[in-house]
């Protein structure tokens, strides 16, 4: 916690919250809401002066955070529990029918058409089902498939990237010669108008 520049009554103020509040302040969402520096400041500014406006910055910028995490965690888990759900339902069709091709072309012959393609480009490689980029492919709610046919061509590139590769915001910046920055902007913008779409449609409960 850098406190430079402050008052040395500043600081002590500081210290003996921090001691006061010692649990408090290793709880991991704190810590990760006090990492931003804006945040910090907010902090700061409340131990030091605090009057009434600066509880009210700090407590608002907190809620606009927790809800970041919340609403994160939400729409991973939902996009996680689809693509699981996909991935149950296409294995089950699996072993309740046999693929045509799979057929033995008579009942006493172990030879099937699979085996009389001879081009490689027409065989049929049904994991690619399931290895999909596209996140829609992984989406069995109305409501939330809407929302994702909402989003930008480029909004929509980064949540596949995001929810269905599992790269991290440097990663996609890599992927797409895209700044950090840009990437992370990009992401909880589409993340943002999901939402806001989803909250439209009045599925989500505040």
């Known amino acids: 916690m850098n406190l ?4 040395n009554l500043c600081i002590q103020e ?9 649990e408090f302040l290793e709880n991991p969402i704190i810590k990760s809401f006090l990492k931003d520096e804006k945040n910090w400041k907010l902090f700061l500014e ?13 407590d608002k910028e907190f809620k606009k955070f ?4 919340r609403f994160t965690s939400f729409i991973s888990a939902t996009l996680y529990f689809n693509a699981i759900n996909f991935d149950k339902q296409y294995r089950k069709m699996l072993n309740r029918y046999t693929l045509t091709v799979d057929r033995p072309l008579k009942e006493e012959e172990d030879i099937s058409f699979k085996d009389m393609i001879t081009d490689s480009e ?3 490689q049904v994991e690619r089902i399931i290895q999909s980029d596209d996140i829609k492919d992984y989406i069995d ?3 939330l498939y809407e929302a994702i046919l909402t989003l930008s061509g480029k909004q929509r590139e980064v949540i596949n990237l995001a929810y269905v590769k599992g790269l991290s915001d440097t990663e996609i910046s890599k992927v797409l010669n895209k700044s950090q920055q840009t990437i992370s902007k990009t992401r909880k913008k ?12 009045g599925e989500i409960k505040k």
């Not at 430079?4 to 008052?7: I, V």
């Not at 589409?190 to 449609?201: D, H, Q, R, S, W």
Request: aromatic share 10%; net charge negative.
């Open 14 to 22: 500081i210290e003996s919250f921090k001691k006061e509040n010692k």
């Open 46 to 58: 409340v131990i030091c002066n605090p009057t009434e406006e600066n509880k009210e910055l700090l």
């Open 122 to 124: 027409a065989e049929i």
């Open 141 to 143: 709610d109305p409501v």
């Open 190 to 201: 589409a993340l943002k108008n999901i939402y806001n779409f989803i909250n439209e449609k």
């Open 66 to 69: 927790y809800f970041g995490i």
């Open 4 to 7: 430079e520049g402050l008052d």
